[in-house]
Every structure is written in C-alpha cells, then in structure tokens.
C-alpha cells in the first residue's frame, strides 16, 4: 500500500483498539467501514479479525483473572449454535428487516437503562444462553455479535475490569474460528498479512493505554459509557438501513 494509505490502516486500527481495549468491545463501528474506504472489505475484514484476535488474546494475557469464566463458557458455546440460524437469516429474510429491529431494541433498551440509571440487573449466568445464542445470530448473519454481549455484560452488573476481560475470553476463540474461516476461503492473503504486521507494534501500544482508560473507570460511569455506546452502534445500524 502507499504510505498514507499505511498511514490510515495504522491510525484505524489505533483507534478501534482502543476502543476495544478500553470498553471491551465496539471496534467494529471503526474497523472494518473506515478500512473499506482505502482496500477492498475482502481484505479490510481479515485485518480487522486478526486484529481482534491479537487484541483479545493480550488483553486475556493481562487480566485473565478478571475473566469470569463460567459466562464467557455459556456465551461461545450458545454462539456456536446460534451461528447456523444466522446464516439462514441472511438468505431468507431481508437485511432491513434484521438490522432495522435490531437497532430498534438497543436503542430502546439503552435509553431506558440509561433514562432509570441501570436498575435492570441479572443475578446469575442463567440468561447467558439466550445472549450467547442471539450474538451467534447476529454474528452469523451480519458480523454484529458485540450488541447482545455488550448487553449481558451491563446486565450483570460486572465491573469494567471484569466486562472487559470477560468479552474477550468470547471473542478470543469467535475471532479465531473466523479467521480460520477466512483462511479455507482463501481471504488471508500476503496483503492481509503485511497490512497487520505494520499496524502491530501501534496495536499493541493501543492495547496497554485502552486498558489505563479501562483501569480509570468507576462501575456507573463505565456502564453509562457502555449503554451510550450502544446507542450510537443502534442509530448506525438504522441509518444504514434507512439510506439502504
């Protein structure tokens, strides 16, 4: 790529790793969209997967101690069986459809958390099949399974530390299983590989100061933080489809 193609490459995946450092999840509103301006999204949506993997797999490096690993077991074993009725979604229902409701219920549900200062709150991990099942949905259908997760995780109650940690330790093995999907498809190509390894040493220095943010955060601002970030995730899924 020439340099200020580089150059954005680089300061995107900053960006979106900080934010994923930080928050624990949400990279997606950056990565893949921006990269698409400047390369193909058949070679943007690999970079951004193997930088979610390298992401997740420091960040579980760091703070696996903060994983509640009962939660994230639920939530990628439910995934997995939600992923085939996502790729059933995709083919027979229409994609407005889908993203249009979707929006709809996680701006509703936000709003309202943030309008009554979070008083929902789930008391145990009985409900991490439902929401493990939906992100396997919506990942499987349009590569949104942070939504639903980032949801469970603000139910619960969990503190930014362990929201964040906990978020990778289900995206750590999905990112892998995609990337491997990528490779029998024959998507992670040398480009993919040389576009990732320059952004590295910059990614990893997003990873430490996304988690100096994550460590600054108090419980009711993080989860604030977290329902106003859904929010805009909600209106940029509903703005794609009314300009559709």
């Given at each position: ?144 399974n942070g939504p639903p997760l980032a949801i469970y995780g603000a139910l619960r109650r969990w ?86």
């Amino acid at each position: 790529m020439p340099g200020p193609e580089t150059a954005l490459v680089v300061a995107v995946l900053v960006i979106a790793t900080v934010i994923r450092s930080a928050f624990g999840f949400g990279e997606a509103l950056v990565a893949v969209p921006l990269l698409a301006l400047v390369m193909p999204v058949q070679i943007a949506a690999p970079i951004a997967a193997l930088t979610s993997v390298t992401v997740a797999g420091v960040v579980l490096l760091q703070d696996w101690s903060d994983v509640h690993v009962g939660s994230a077991g639920r939530l990628v074993l439910a995934s997995v069986a939600g992923i085939p009725v996502g790729l059933v979604l995709l083919t027979r229902l229409p994609e407005a459809m889908v993203k249009g409701g979707l929006a709809l219920v996680i701006i509703a549900f936000s709003l309202y958390a943030l309008a009554t200062h979070g008083k929902l709150e789930l008391r145990s991990d009985r409900w991490a099949w439902l929401f493990g099942f939906c992100a396997g949905v919506l990942g499987g259908a349009y590569a949104m399974n942070g939504p639903p997760l980032a949801i469970y995780g603000a139910l619960r109650r969990w503190s930014p530390q362990r929201f964040r940690a906990t978020l990778q330790g289900y995206f750590f093995p999905a990112s892998l299983m995609v990337m491997l999907g990528y490779l029998s498809a024959g998507l992670w190509t040398g480009a993919v590989t040389r576009a990732y390894l320059t952004a590295l040493p910059f990614v990893l220095v997003a990873v430490v100061a996304g988690r100096a943010i994550n460590r600054r955060l108090t419980g009711g601002h993080f989860l604030r933080y977290v329902h106003v970030g859904l929010v805009i995730a909600g209106s940029v899924l509903l703005a794609q489809v009314l300009s559709a």
